[in-house]
Nanobody
Framework: QVEVVQSGGGSVQSGGSLSLSCKAT????????GGWYRQAPGEEREVVAS???????YYAGSVKGRFTISRDEAKKEMYLQMNSLKPEDTGVYFC?????WSQGTQVTVSS
């Protein structure tokens, strides 16, 4: 049974930084693609950043230059470094890899 467990997040003031990570267990498949998504109250889930084995990373226009996606293939882990955070970055963040979603973690950025 494959599980993707997420950690990190929390509350930070505008301009601060936070890191998110997720780890896949129960699979011996190599990493092909994965991404980070966020959902604000009353809004649809949207992609924030994604990575794959055939092209460079993708970033939503609103986070370019501030967020960085990375991964450790041996550990089956994926990370999101978030710098210069803004209040509009507030939401529940999810990771997706190996065809499974993480449980989600709240990120709150205050002004």
């Amino acid at each position: 049974q494959v599980e993707v467990v997420q950690s990190g997040g929390g509350s930070v003031q505008s301009g601060g930084s936070l890191s998110l990570s997720c780890k896949a267990t129960g699979t011996d498949s190599s990493f092909r693609s994965g991404g980070w998504y966020r959902q604000a109250p009353g809004e649809e889930r949207e992609v924030v950043a994604s990575a794959n084995d055939f092209s460079g990373p993708y970033y939503a226009g609103s986070v370019k230059g501030r967020f960085t996606i990375s991964r450790d293939e041996a550990k089956k882990e994926m990370y999101l470094q978030m710098n210069s955070l803004k209040p509009e970055d507030t939401g529940v963040y999810f990771c997706y890899m190996h065809h499974y979603w993480s449980q989600g973690t709240q990120v709150t950025v205050s002004s």
